[in-house]
């Protein structure tokens, strides 16, 4: 499974995205029970608020091989300072939308 993460780009300065890559590497948290190897094939980040620029982004990254998308927590549960995105909803859906059923979306990473 070819990965590609978006972030939120607020938490930028606070979070690395270490946790989202090792629950990633050790197919924890959102990645429970997936058996295949994981690939990341890139990081961005939401572009800042309202976040209209993550649906571009991930669709980028799927026209260069990413097969799943991986909303870091950052953005749907707001880890790590306890503020999810009041847009993550909208993102995660508009996201779904144009992917379609052959992209996998992860609401959530750990």
Known sequence: MKIG?????????????????KVMKNKKGAFEGIEEEIEIVGVV???????????SRAAEMVKRGADAIAMASCISRGTPIGFPCPNAEMIIDTIKKKAGDSVRLFEFTH
């Open 5 to 21: 993460l978006i972030r939120c780009l607020q938490t930028e300065d606070i979070c690395q995205a270490t946790t989202d890559f």
């Open 45 to 55: 980040s939401c572009g800042g608020c309202p976040g209209k620029k993550a649906v």
